[in-house]
């Protein structure tokens, strides 16, 4: 039982570049979600996805989108990559939206100069 | 505003017990969590509460207080594995998580 992946495991991307995280998850989850590590601070919800066909705004969600076409697969894109969008971002699951744990994926470590 | 507070680090010893508290000031409460997360790794799921009082789960126990707004995860019989981060999350009216900047847990020998 994988659980959710994600991919890369890490990069590094020059700034003004397009760059798609990947997150997959096997456990037929309804809900997904991104989030964002940075130090210091909680993680912070860039956006989230109640069930597939549906995406939502979270916290952060400037320079970032996202879109849910089946269950097991929730992309995160940023279209042009600036600096401040270095961090580690954290894909989850949870089998809805509402009571249910979250489960997290590895994560990703992205670093834009 | 929505306000998550924890302690930045605590320092304890192999065998002891540690008390990591968290306040919180959100827009609505739907359950309170906690996580663990190894450095480098992501948060694993160790607890959640709704209800007020003590939920004990081996080692580990959460308590809530919704009325104090006030939350603490109780670490037994600590081992060097326990050296992490430990984060509080609340779940609001949304459904949706803010969370705590985590609790970052040294055990020395």
């Known amino acids: 039982i994988a659980g959710i992946t994600q991919a890369p495991t890490s990069q590094i991307l020059a700034a003004g570049r397009r760059m798609t995280l990947r997150c997959t998850q096997d456990m037929r989850h309804n809900a997904m979600y991104w989030y964002r590590q940075d130090l210091g601070l909680g993680l912070r919800l860039i956006h989230y996805s109640n069930t597939a066909g549906t995406t939502g705004k979270g916290e952060v969600p400037d320079g970032y989108s996202v879109s849910r076409a089946n269950t097991d697969d929730f992309p995160l894109t940023l279209a042009s990559a600036v600096p401040s969008q270095t961090s580690v971002y954290f894909c989850a699951s949870s089998a809805s939206g509402d009571t249910d744990t979250q489960y997290f994926g590895p994560g990703t470590r992205l670093t834009v100069l | 505003g929505q306000n998550i507070d924890q302690p930045t680090e605590m320092t304890a010893t192999e065998g002891a017990i540690v008390q990591i508290n968290c306040t919180y000031q959100?827009?609505?409460?739907?359950?309170l969590f906690w996580y663990q997360q190894h450095a480098g790794e992501a948060p694993t799921f160790l607890s959640y509460?709704?209800l007020d009082g003590l939920e004990e789960k081996g080692r580990f126990s959460s308590f809530l207080s919704r009325s104090k707004g006030y939350s603490y995860l109780l670490l037994k019989e600590l081992q060097m594995k326990d050296s992490a981060s430990y984060l509080c999350a609340v779940r609001e009216s949304n459904y949706q998580l803010i969370w705590g900047a985590g609790t970052k847990l040294i055990i020395k020998p």
């Open positions: 509460n709704v």
């Open positions: 959100t827009s609505g409460f739907n359950g």
